[in-house]
């Protein structure tokens, strides 16, 4: 569509907060101390919560600021949030609450910001406000949030995450309330139970009164010079409020010398009336109709005022008026000078209430030429987010629309997901549904936030969009294939990419970049599941730098690692990551994204390398992230290395607790290679804690759950066979049932190989060499792990190797004495071991000592080999230690693995003969 008149073809792209928000307004004049109210509130500091309560006008911002000036003297943090009436919803409060944090400490709000916008559902502000709390729980500095005009949030939602924030807050968040009423439920609730406790704090319209004194030097600064007797009959109409005082020292000041009315002013009521009846009438007529014109924007400049005049030349004329009337005390506020050489005011909402109510009675076609001309205006100057909503309030939807259509791709290239969904926010829901366009744009929005749900029903009502100019043929097509692809990927489904080949393998001419370049990241992760490496790079090489855009191009760099690491050169894909990251971190929260999807690799490929704290530590701090914003692939990757990295270092319970947010993952999302992934390593765990029966009826449920996928073949659908499979041959190494393990190994080593799962391939010889070894065929057995070492030293694997069974340690600290080994392998299953723990000398040598094989074994295991000597049998074994029968099997493997023996007389007679020597 054609944009609206007056307007650029291209709309520049601004913040979606604005910078005043962040920032305290400015008076004209100094602000005047009040030093027993600043000094009470700062002894107040460390409280979890102050709220200062007042009606309009008794200067609770003013309040705020002096404060705010006390505490950074004192050297903490403060962040301000100036509300506004577009927050009073629960993604617009969000994107504010975290823009102010980021002011202070881009840090802060940097995981909290990734949720922030891109999930609706109803646990999703919890989630966010957790996430914030722990990273501020980490913030050595003390932080105070200030919220300006909370009266605004009414939206039970808004309300219960100031709640959550609350009650969440670490020791060191302080959060000060300032609001014209008393707060709703539930954040009344919250304040109640902590003032209960002495950790809350409430200053009200009594604390912020002036006293005598401060009313007679506020009159001074206002006029210079006020008699005394005058001061105190004005501090006795107003009662101390602040802005009866200001209201009479303008009335004063204007009449330069002339007598008050002494009537009482001590509510909004009272303040209009005399404002329009001994003020307003005295201002120059262009001042009044000024600012009643001005009244129908939250914020205005000079520039502005005079569009709205129709005297587009006289911009400086006007700001040198309003800065004259602000320095009159007008009740214009300066709110920011940040944007170029404009000064940005408001109107205090006593004037603007007045000034409102004399804007109603103009003409109805003046009213709408107001707020057009705000519109054109702020379009052209890149505030479309306020264009926006002047073009909906003069009745013009459809333009605001247009607006909206025009900056859509853009803000989608961007990756500005939630500035995006802040401008459709604006429109009227019919006009959204009667816009084939913003439905496409509101389904990029779904594919990107992982809505699957969302985004199947964007597409059954995009699929039935009557054609038209701007609907039919081949684009329309394609880019419906796109999201059915991006659907597909959501839903972890690359046979369902696979089914869509034939479209999107023919982008027709005039294809726009941006659903090119999610065709090429769609179809790298299909080819990367199919085994087709160097397709899945190809694609990306010509699709993701298409926009020009650099998040396009760090998010192809990210498929390119997962290219390599899936090849198994992971030492490769590590630096692609690390690089993918720390460039996304420094372009900002639009590429957060992006991020946390090189973060999650990354963690991945620092386990893969025995980096386990590394890979913890990133992993953890980014994985309640992750599972809200991330597609289930990345999800998967990160809680499987995680719950691998917490079980490594010995944090068994965080482990499985990892296992358990995976599968309750996967059964929300619907997703069986999650939730096979989940169970297969639910599987090894038990078996490796001795809980045979708990692993069995695990691995029962895994393989119903692989029936559903029998014949699948290089796809994530295939993964879920593999996982069934992995955990079977688990369970007969487990039983000693070494040729049903090798007749599970066989056709998977094989497919793996055809699909170049070459990570995969190395730790399935290595199973092969365990039954191998319990078959008693040596030699078949050292061949399946020369090769294993061949294959891992080739690709830089450790935990792949070290992972697959409690046996591997061992195993490789006895073939690297092997003299016959290749010296570089054999030092490659040295350096193995040595990274298992299992400490060997760095040349080959004689068998270490018979002590140092028995300090091999663990607490139990000797207690085990210490009964065997007793000649007990394993059921005796298992009643004397208060284990199950199978649990004494598994310790009895260990010994006899870690010992070198056969069976239970050599393992006895090897204890003997280690004891031997300290009986002479």
Known sequence: MPPAAGMPDTLPLTPPISPSKLTPPRSARPLMRRDSLTARLTEARDLRCVTIQGPAGSAKTSTLVAWRQSLLALDYDVAWLSLAPEDDDPASFLDALLASLAAVDPSLAANAQLLAGRDNTPGAAEHCVISLVRTIAMHRRKLVLMFDDVHLLRDPRVLATLRWLLDYAPQQLHIALASRQPLPEPVSLSLARLEARGKAARF???????????????????????????????????????????????????????????????????????????????????????????????????????????????????????????????????????????????????????????????????????????????????????????????????????????????????????????????????????????????????????????????????????????????????????????????????????????????????????????????????????????????????????????????????????????????????????????????????????????????????????????????????????????????????????????????????????????????????????????????????????????????????????????????STAWEVRVCADLAATAMHLHHNDFDAALARLAPLHELSRAGGRWCRVAALHVLVAIAETGRHDAGAARAHLVEALRLGHRLGLVRSLLDVSPHVPAMMADIARDPSLDPVLGFYAQRLANEAGQDTMLAPGPAPSRPTALAALSERETEVLMLLTQAMPNKKIARVLNVSLDTVKYHLRNVYAKLGVGNRDEAVARLRETQAPRMH
């Open 204 to 714: 009200d319209l009594h604390d912020l009164r002036f006293s005598a004194q401060e009313s007679a030097r506020f009159l001074r600064d206002q006029l210079g010079a006020i008699a005394a007797h005058d001061a105190s009959r004005l501090h006795e109409l107003t009662d101390g409020w602040p802005a009866g005082l200001q209201l009479f020292a303008l009335d004063l000041r204007a009449k330069q010398g002339g007598a008050y009315v002494p009537v009482h002013v001590r509510d909004a009521e009272t303040f209009a009336s005399y404002l329009e009846r001994e003020v307003l009438v005295r201002l120059a007529p262009a001042d009044l109709h000024l600012l009643t014109c001005l009244s129908a924007c939250d914020r205005f400049c000079g520039a502005l005022g005079a569009a709205l005049l129709a005297t587009p030349d006289a911009g400086p004329e006007i700001a040198r008026r309003l800065a004259g009337l602000a320095l009159d005390g007008l009740f214009l506020v300066r709110i920011s000078d940040a944007t170029g050489d404009r000064t940005w005011y408001r109107l205090h909402p006593l004037l603007r209430q007045v000034l409102q109510e004399r804007a109603a009675m103009l003409p109805a076609d003046d009213r709408h030429i107001l707020h057009t001309t705000a519109w054109h205006w702020l379009a052209a100057h890149g505030l479309i987010e306020e264009a926006v909503g002047h073009a909906v309030r003069a009745g013009s939807a459809d333009a605001a629309a247009d607006m909206v259509e025009q900056a859509a791709i853009d803000r989608l290239k961007r990756g500005e997901l939630s500035q995006l969904a802040a401008l459709l926010r604006r429109l009227p829901a019919a006009t959204i549904a009667g816009r084939f366009r913003l439905e496409l744009a509101m389904a990029y929005l779904h594919m990107y936030a992982g809505e699957g749900d969302a985004l199947e029903a964007s597409l059954l009502r995009l699929h039935a969009w009557p054609e038209s100019a701007d609907t039919s043929g081949a684009r329309r097509r394609y880019v419906l294939a796109v999201l059915r692809g991006g659907l597909a990927l959501v839903r972890d489904d690359t046979d369902g990419v696979a089914a869509l080949l034939p479209e999107l393998h023919r982008p027709p001419p005039g294809a726009d970049d941006f659903a090119f370049t999610a065709r090429a990241n769609i179809l790298s992760w299909m080819h990367i599941y199919r085994g087709e490496y160097g397709e899945a790079r190809q694609v990306i090489e010509d699709g993701a730098p298409c926009d020009g855009a650099p998040r396009g191009i760090l998010l192809g760099r990210c498929m390119e690692g997962m290219t390599h690491a899936a090849q198994g050169d992971v030492l490769l894909a590590e630096r692609i990551f690390r690089d993918v990251l720390a460039e996304s971190e420094q372009q900002g929260r639009t590429y957060a994204g992006v991020a946390g999807m090189a973060a999650a690799l990354l963690g991945e490929a620092q386990y893969e390398l025995n980096d386990v704290d590394a890979a913890a530590q990133m992993l953890a701090a980014r994985v309640d992230v992750l599972e809200r914003i991330a597609i289930p692939d990345t999800v998967l990757r990160a809680l499987q290395a995680l719950s691998c990295a917490e079980w490594l270092a010995g944090r068994r319970a965080e482990a499985l607790a990892c296992l358990d947010r995976l599968e309750r993952y996967a059964r929300r999302r619907q997703t069986d290679r999650l939730l096979a992934t989940a169970q297969w390593l639910r599987v090894r765990r038990h078996l490796e804690a001795g809980e045979t029966d708990a692993a069995a009826s695990v691995l029962r449920g895994l393989d119903a759950l692989a029936t559903r996928y029998r014949g699948a073949t290089l």
